[in-house]
């Protein structure tokens, strides 16, 4: 039985950022949000093959599969292209995402990361599409569809190649409509021209528009005193026409307690409140930022073992508050654990990863010359 698309709530559960306690992931914390998300009416979970170290899938299972009825929910998780090295890798993927979520079929079943060059033709190299269809006809797919990080001309390509998609994932926040790498108003306008619906990433930028500078914030303030800046990131996506769901990869009880408040309800923008976002988007655009989300996709493959987003939110911290002692204690205790940007041996394995396309390794050596090692 299919699920109707256009009922899907309007916020998803993400869970690529999951809380966790000394270094795996918090079960009981985990468990508390879940049962939190599923009271306030919502039941759409995303999950991924390779998220937390392979171990999301099992939390899903534990936390959400376990203990609530199997049509209480909808779930989805991916087929990781970097992961198939021969046709009966799919096969077999596909086996143990099914026994790591402790379920039959996925609701929602998507190729994880398209992109320009390697990713795309691996899916292709290995017909991954006609594989998912099958296996919607085996009933172990209700819908598939795939999450995009390549260029508007490519989706075009792959929407025309493969018109029966159900829906696209792809990343789009207020912040990167007119960036130029990732193109995002560009891809909305195509998946919408379609009438293709859109599943919602990166609303806030993996933190990045949840907390600003004190005076771009006033903005949202001295409009909305009541309002969290987050709450505007998302209800300006939720605003936009065809949007399916909106995935948030919530890692606190507060941060699932403001974004249920905000689509409880749901209202839509108005237009002096799009003024606003788009004055505070030229204002953070003014401002030299490293766009990076926090997928920490770069972290798992790193030979050296650095924590390249926290790096990276270290140096954004001071660009901000270059007075903030706090950046450079954390950046103390995070080498204590973890690689420091001088450790990179510019291998190229995190940008190879990248859905952001940085050039990491450059903004390595940045680091380094900024924090002093």
Same mark, same amino acid.
């Given at each position: 039985? $299919?699920? !109707? ?39 759409? #979970? ?12 099992? /939390? ?11 049509? $209480? ?15 009966? !890798?799919?096969?077999?993927? #596909? ?14 079943? &998507? &190729? ?24 919607? @006809? @085996? ?6 569809? #795939? ?19 159900? #829906?696209?994932? *792809? ?38 528009? /949840?907390?600003? !500078? ?24 939720? $605003? ?5 769901? *909106? ?6 009880? @507060? ?12 209202? /839509? ?8 976002? !788009? ?15 926090? =997928? ?47 450790? =990179?041996?510019? =291998? ?12 990491? *390794? ?8 900024? &924090?002093?090692?």
């Amino acid at each position: 039985m $299919s699920i !109707d698309l256009s009922k899907m709530p309007k916020l998803g559960f993400g869970m690529m950022r999951l809380p966790e306690k000394d270094g795996v992931i918090d079960h009981e914390h985990v468990c508390r949000m879940v049962d939190k998300y599923m009271q306030s009416g919502m039941n759409y #979970f995303d999950t991924a093959y390779v998220y937390h170290g392979g171990k999301s899938e099992v /939390a899903a299972r534990e936390a959400l599969v376990k203990r609530y009825p199997r049509d $209480s929910f909808m779930i989805a998780t991916k087929l990781p292209a970097w992961e198939i090295k021969t046709e009966s !890798d799919i096969e077999r993927i #596909f086996n143990e995402q099914l026994e790591r979520c402790g379920v039959d079929y996925f609701d929602l079943y &998507l &190729l994880h990361s398209v992109e320009d060059g390697n990713n795309y033709d691996t899916y292709e190299k290995y017909d991954c599409f006609s594989w998912g269809w099958k296996k919607k @006809e @085996e009933g172990k797919i209700r819908h598939l569809g #795939f999450s995009y990080h390549g260029s508007p001309e490519l989706l075009k390509e792959i929407l025309d190649k493969h018109p029966d998609v159900e #829906f696209v994932q *792809i990343q789009y926040n207020y912040l990167d409509r007119t960036n130029p790498v990732v193109r995002s108003q560009e891809l909305y306008e195509i998946l919408a021209e379609r009438n293709i619906p859109i599943i919602i990433m990166e609303p806030i930028r993996g933190g990045m528009l /949840a907390s600003m !500078d004190p005076a771009i914030e006033a903005k949202f303030k001295s409009y909305a005193p009541d309002k969290s800046v987050a709450s505007w990131a998302l209800r300006f996506v939720g $605003s936009q026409p065809g949007v399916m769901t *909106i995935l948030s990869g919530m890692s606190t009880e @507060e941060q699932m307690d403001d974004n249920i408040g905000t689509f409880t309800n749901f209202q /839509a923008m108005n237009e002096e409140e799009v003024k606003i976002v !788009d004055e505070v988007t030229a204002d953070i655009l003014s401002m030299p930022q490293i766009g990076c989300t926090a =997928c920490k996709y770069c972290c798992d493959g790193c030979p050296m073992s650095i924590s390249i987003p926290d790096i990276f939110r270290t140096i954004n911290t001071l660009r901000r508050y270059p007075d903030d002692w706090r950046s450079k204690n954390f950046y103390s205790g995070l080498i204590g654990r973890s690689g420091k940007a001088s450790d =990179c041996i510019g =291998c190229g394995q995190c940008e190879s990863v990248c859905p952001q396309h940085l050039p990491i *390794i450059e903004l390595l050596k940045e680091a380094s010359e900024i &924090l002093g090692q």
